[in-house]
């Protein structure tokens, strides 16, 4: 009875440690959507940086 509760412990645990992992990759893409998307916006600010120095001097 003790190895078979040992046994499911164990499967619970792995099933868990899992579930886990699987939570840290979806964590990592989605910090590397945001990394992408701060440059996009950080680029698109020097853009409109740019535009509106030449507009001014128009």
Do not use: P, W
Not at 9 to 31: P, T
Not at 33 to 53: M, P, S, T
């Amino acid at each position: 009875m003790e190895k078979t509760r040992s046994k499911l412990n164990n499967v619970a645990i792995e099933g868990r440690i899992q579930a886990l992992k699987d939570e840290n990759e979806c964590l990592r893409m989605e910090i590397d959507y945001l990394k992408k998307l701060k440059a996009l916006v950080q680029k698109e600010k020097k853009l409109q940086f740019f535009l509106n120095e030449k507009a001014h001097r128009l």
